[in-house]
């Protein structure tokens, strides 16, 4: 039996349920329970609804740092992330309405056996470098087999995306038939969402993402100045997106996919200072560095788990990854056909702030600040705001 003290919520508590009131107040059918702090009821008398996500923002980093902001003044509740917290895994949570136990796709670096590789889902490419899914003559939606959320709307959908990933591979496998609006710039994309909105003439849904804090987060620390100075500037846009939509009858929701905390150099376990673990793995570590996969090697698990134990015990909790499947850390349902593959034989789940890096020939070393992927509160709680204009 797992002990885990902070898992996501399938249920009711999670983004995957706020997909579902989404989809249900657009007229969709949703295949899993409303969010019970907002079900579909609340919002469907709403001609618009929007969906911001802040790549990056924690609910709890959000109660300590947004005093007085206009985001934390319209919070309403306090969601989980999908497992593992990331953005591969969350982003497609948001894109499909389904949760990673359905949609398959386990964390920034994902073995996908039937490419043959270890792939970085979101760019698309190899881990180890190379071209995109097109480029290798892959069809990433049938590969995939996800179904839009936006096909799942009976109303039309308008996807206000960065420009330099709005026509990506993996966006467009999962635009469906939503209208495709590509921005540059924090400003432009509250600008050309506000236009959107007054100028629909039927009930839509406006779907927005901001990846900025996260990557500010990753490069200099969550709690570092430029990530504050940045949340602010954030906020100040949206307080004037509102008033630039009032009289529309819109419904603005902002949540994220996940929280970050803040990891030192000492907290960095390189997977190349461990020559007896990395001589247990058959694949390089997969998911994230706080929440690894690990495939090991059938005549190394002995050797393997009590390592884990003995070495990286204080640092790391092991688990069998099945365990973690029918723990319901992935979701709940018929499971993807490929997911136990994609989770490896055991995970590195991680304590306090502690990564595993596993580094390839063509990577670089370790540089991030901010990280995600673990299961502590500040990764795994995002906020739910809502301002009705």
């Known amino acids: 039996m797992i002990t885990i003290a902070h898992q996501p919520d399938y249920q009711g508590g999670g983004i995957v349920n706020l997909t579902a009131t989404l989809i249900a107040a657009r007229g969709g059918r949703a295949a899993l329970p409303e969010l019970s702090a907002l079900p579909a009821q609340a919002l469907a008398d709403v001609p618009h609804i929007v969906l911001l996500v802040l790549d990056g923002l924690g609910s709890r980093w959000l109660a300590r740092h947004g005093a007085g902001s206009a985001l934390a003044a319209h919070r309403i509740g306090e969601l989980t992330s999908v ?36 792939m970085t889902v979101l760019p698309g490419t190899p881990r180890y470098g190379g071209v995109g899914y097109t480029s290798a003559g892959v069809d990433l939606p049938a590969l995939l087999g996800h179904r839009s959320i936006f ?17 990506s591979d993996f966006n467009l496998a999962h635009l469906g038939p939503a209208q495709l609006l590509p921005y540059k710039g924090l400003k432009q994309m509250f ?3 506000a236009r959107a ?27 570092s100045p430029e990530a504050l100075a940045h949340f602010h500037a954030i906020d100040a846009l949206y307080a004037r997106f509102l008033r ?12 994220a996919d996940h929280g970050h905390l803040d990891c030192r150099p000492e907290d960095v376990v390189q997977l190349a200072d461990h020559p007896v673990l ?74 306090g702030r502690a990564v595993i890096h596993d580094q390839l020939p063509t990577e670089k070393g370790f540089r991030q600040i901010g990280v995600h992927g673990g299961l502590s509160p500040e990764e795994l709680y995002v906020p739910l705001s809502l301002a009705r204009v």
Do not use: K, M
Request: proline share 7%; net charge neutral; charged share 20%.
């Open 83 to 118: 497992f593992p917290p990331t953005t591969a895994t969350a982003i497609t949570t948001y894109l499909t309405g389904d949760a990673p136990q359905q949609h398959g796709l386990t964390g920034w670096f994902t073995w996908l056996r039937e490419l043959g590789c270890v």
């Open 151 to 167: 096909e799942r709307l009976a109303t039309p959908s308008v996807a206000v995306s960065p420009a330099h990933i709005a026509r």
């Open 191 to 193: 600008r050309r969402a």
């Open 197 to 223: 909105i007054r100028r629909a003439r039927e009930p839509s849904y406006f779907y927005l993402y901001w990846p900025g804090l996260d990557g500010i987060g990753h490069e200099r620390g969550i709690d």
């Open 244 to 255: 630039n939509i009032a009289g529309t009858d819109t419904a603005v929701l902002v949540s």
């Open 278 to 351: 990395a001589d247990c793995l058959t694949l390089p570590l997969c998911g994230e560095p706080r929440a690894a996969f690990c495939y090991v090697r059938a005549d190394r698990v002995e050797r393997f788990t009590a390592y884990c134990r003995d070495v990286l015990g204080e640092r790391f909790d092991l688990h069998r990854s099945q365990d973690l499947l029918d723990a319901g850390l992935f979701g709940t349902g018929a499971p993807h056909p490929r997911l136990a593959e994609r989770i490896g034989d055991y995970t590195l789940l991680a304590r």
